[in-house]
């Protein structure tokens, strides 16, 4: 089979032609929220247990409670594990609300 560059057969066109499409031209600002949604969680998920670890660890059990080193590290870990869990159960909240609300607009339609 020959193959000419920028003509296609008719077999190849009605191959395109028959392909399902994806549309998503209503959920252009469902799928925006949804982004920005997941970034937010992202980034509080980086940055929160990393600096809870290191600001409770040298200002709160080192410095305020005058804790040693190995122990704070040791509880530091635990405030930044439960951390972790906060945001994970926060994303997991939210994404539920706005996928039923989600849900209960496309019934409504």
């Not at 008719?10 to 399902?20: E, G, H, M, T, W």
């Not at 635990?78 to 706005?98: D, M, R």
Request: glycine fraction near 8%; hydrophobic fraction near 50%.
């Amino acid at each position: 089979r020959k193959c000419v560059t920028g003509k296609m057969d008719r077999k190849d066109r009605a191959v395109l032609n028959a392909a399902p499409v994806a549309d998503f031209r209503g959920n252009d600002g469902s799928l925006l929220a949804v982004l920005k949604t997941l970034l937010f969680f992202t980034f509080l998920m980086i940055t929160l247990p990393i600096g809870l670890y290191f600001g409770t660890k040298s200002y709160v059990f080192e410095a305020t409670l005058g804790m040693s080193n190995r122990d704070s590290y040791f509880y530091a870990a635990i405030v930044a594990v439960v951390a972790v869990h906060i945001v994970l159960a926060l994303f997991v909240y939210v994404a539920w609300n706005e996928g039923s609300r989600q849900w209960r607009d496309g019934k409504q339609d």
